[in-house]
């Protein structure tokens, strides 16, 4: 079964930078498009950023300019860069995604377990 895998979240003092890494599982998957989301407690989840199949990005405003999201060559794993990063991007953040295998339709709606970013004073 497919899954994809996050790590990279930890605690960071604010105007520190983590990167993201969201894995897919199963070589015989590649990553068609991605977006990251980002849950704070008592918040609703919000896009954060997204990546298309043609390497388009678009972005949240409260992190453009702070933010990015790739994709590697290999299409296994996505990430999100973040920099300068401020309290207020304190949350737990889920890459979600879209895959495809040769000879097959783009199966979507991939989530990853999640991982938290912590950003302090």
């Known amino acids: 079964q497919v899954q994809l895998v996050e790590s990279g979240g930890g605690l960071v003092q604010a105007g520190g930078s983590l990167r993201l890494s969201c894995t897919r599982s199963?070589?015989?998957?590649?990553?068609?498009?991605m977006r990251w989301y980002r849950q704070a407690p008592g918040k609703q989840r919000e896009l954060v950023a997204g990546?298309?199949?043609?390497?388009?990005?678009n972005y949240a405003d409260s992190v453009k300019g702070r933010f990015t999201i790739s994709v590697n060559g290999a299409k296994s794993t996505g990430y999100l860069q973040m920099n300068s990063l401020k309290e207020e991007d304190t949350a737990v953040y889920y890459c979600?995604?879209?895959?495809?295998?040769?000879?097959?339709?783009?199966?979507?709606?991939?989530w990853g377990q999640g991982t938290q970013v912590t950003v302090s004073p």
């Open positions: 199963g070589s015989i998957f590649s990553i068609y498009a």
């Open positions: 990546i298309d199949e043609d390497g388009l990005t």
């Open positions: 979600n995604a879209d895959l495809f295998r040769p000879f097959d339709v783009v199966r979507r709606d991939f």
